[in-house]
């Protein structure tokens, strides 16, 4: 049996963890039907991904799917050990188009972030966009919502 994790993170992977965390996830963990939620503050730039819902990459400009083979290599570029990820500027080499790891489409949502709020979830799917809106004007930043599996 695989878990479920209700994920938000910030649109902005720069942006810090709002002062109104608590109340975002208390916000999560009652939509998500749950006791079981947590805040990570990583303190620098974290990849934050979905688990075994991942199915793969497409660039975002022209939909072409990315070479997995890239992505790694991009990643092992853009990762600086103790300072966590560092966003370059990748040409995608599928147009040539400038754009960052973050810019990507992932499918389902993955995502770069000092932090994140999750709660499990036995019995319920995606956020919706109303839902994440809510979650977002509580934190008061927008929000990407990650599904995690695992
Ligand atoms: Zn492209």
Request: aromatic residues 10%; charged residues 20%; hydrophobic residues 40%.
């Amino acid at each position: 049996m695989s878990e479920t994790y209700l994920v938000v993170i910030p649109t902005d992977p720069m942006a810090g963890l709002p002062d109104n965390a608590q109340a975002v996830l208390k916000r999560l963990a009652c939509m998500a039907g749950t006791d079981e939620a947590r805040i990570k503050d990583y303190g620098k730039l974290q990849f934050i991904d979905c688990g075994e819902a991942f199915e793969g990459i497409n660039c975002p400009k022209c939909a072409v799917t990315f070479e997995i083979a890239t992505w790694h290599a991009w990643m092992d570029q853009d990762w600086h050990g103790e300072e966590g990820f560092h966003l370059h500027s990748h040409a995608m080499p599928c147009c040539r188009t400038k754009l960052t790891l973050n810019d990507l489409v992932y499918k389902g949502p993955q995502g770069f972030s000092r932090w994140f709020i999750s709660a499990k979830t036995n019995n319920r799917g995606a956020l919706t966009n109303s839902e994440l809106e809510k979650l977002g004007a509580k934190a008061g930043i927008p929000l990407r919502a990650i599904i995690q599996q695992y």
